[in-house]
């Protein structure tokens, strides 16, 4: 039986997956009729892969499983280091996304291009890191690592609680049951999400659902479909989705 923080590391790759494919998709298309709800997403986009993956993700490997790897399996040492110096340039990339894309909201279109640019580049990056995470240093650590090194790393994961795995419990903070901000503006916009699964891209190897946004004043429900089914809510049940997230992270036109 592999250790949880295996199953948890895997499972976080797979929602910065289908997030960061997301956000790809959502550059491509661009703001259309909608620009204020368009930038409003992008924003949480960006604010999500701060949140976890920078601030508790990374970490954890960094300071809990890379070394122990490194120590017992000599050969991932390089790789490790790279993997390390990926990490400590995370915030600082996020940070630039999240500077040009207020440049291109705020001054038009001229500055889109050079969003889109490095909004590419950032996610060939952080998928080939997790490309190698998977097929070198997870293996390796199955391999090397005692029971007992994996029942301190098991419970630094376990308390990650990341809200689009849907498959642990949510940190309160982000609970879908907790009353939204005391503000009318919370009202009005609602998001349908549409997911199918795909490899993101093929030669990651690493599977998870592509999600297409698009906005709705009407609708009063949530909908989130994947190869495996169709679900629809009615709004404010709590869902451990993307669309739980972004839903609650963005102000409304009501």
Same mark, same amino acid.
């Given at each position: 039986?592999?250790?949880?923080?295996?199953?948890?590391?895997?499972?976080?790759?797979?929602?910065?997956?289908?997030?960061?494919r997301?956000?790809?998709?959502?550059?491509?298309?661009?703001?259309?009729?909608?620009?204020?709800?368009?930038?409003?997403?992008?924003?949480?986009?960006?604010?999500?892969?701060?949140?976890?993956?920078?601030?508790?993700?990374?970490?954890?490997?960094?300071?809990?499983?890379?070394?122990?790897?490194?120590e017992?399996?000599?050969?991932?040492?390089?790789?490790?280091?790279?993997?390390?110096?990926?990490?400590?340039?995370?915030?600082?990339?996020?940070?630039?996304?999240?500077?040009?894309?207020?440049?291109?909201?705020?001054?038009?279109?001229?500055?889109?291009?050079?969003?889109?640019?490095?909004?590419?580049?950032?996610?060939?990056?952080?998928?080939?890191?997790?490309?190698?995470?998977?097929?070198?240093?997870?293996?390796?650590?199955?391999?090397?690592?005692?029971?007992?090194?994996?029942?301190?790393?098991?419970?630094a994961?376990?308390?990650?609680?990341?809200?689009?795995?849907?498959?642990?419990?949510?940190?309160?903070?982000?609970d879908p049951?907790?009353?939204?901000?005391?503000?009318?503006?919370?009202?009005?916009?609602?998001?349908?999400?549409?997911?199918?699964?795909?490899?993101v891209?093929? !030669?990651?190897?690493?599977?998870? +659902?592509?999600?297409?946004? %698009?906005? =709705?004043? #009407? /609708?009063?429900?949530?909908?989130?479909?994947?190869? !495996?089914?169709?679900?629809t809510? +009615?709004?404010?049940?709590? %869902?451990? =989705?993307? #669309? /739980?997230?972004?839903?609650?992270?963005?102000?409304?036109n009501?």
């Open positions: 039986m592999e250790p949880s923080s295996i199953h948890i590391i895997r499972d976080e790759h797979t929602a910065l997956a289908a997030m960061l997301s956000l790809g998709m959502m550059v491509e298309r661009g703001p259309g009729a909608h620009p204020q709800n368009y930038f409003d997403v992008l924003r949480a986009m960006l604010f999500y892969i701060d949140e976890y993956p920078e601030r508790l993700h990374h970490p954890k490997e960094t300071e809990l499983l890379f070394p122990k790897v490194a017992r399996a000599p050969e991932t040492a390089e790789l490790i280091a790279q993997l390390d110096r990926e990490h400590a340039m995370g915030e600082a990339n996020v940070r630039q996304l999240q500077h040009l894309l207020l440049a291109w909201e705020l001054l038009g279109e001229s500055r889109r291009e050079a969003f889109a640019v490095a909004t590419k580049r950032f996610l060939g990056f952080y998928l080939e890191h997790m490309r190698l995470e998977e097929t070198v240093i997870l293996p390796a650590a199955l391999k090397v690592l005692s029971a007992e090194d994996w029942q301190t790393i098991d419970a994961f376990e308390t990650n609680c990341d809200p689009l795995t849907g498959k642990y419990p949510c940190d309160p903070v982000y049951h907790r009353e939204p901000r005391a503000s009318a503006d919370w009202t009005g916009r609602r998001l349908i999400w549409c997911a199918h699964w795909a490899e891209p093929p !030669s990651t190897g690493i599977k998870a +659902p592509v999600m297409k946004l %698009a906005c =709705s004043e #009407a /609708t009063k429900t949530t909908t989130l479909a994947t190869s !495996s089914g169709r679900a809510r +009615p709004m404010g049940m709590p %869902a451990a =989705s993307l #669309a /739980t997230l972004l839903e609650r992270s963005l102000p409304t009501a």
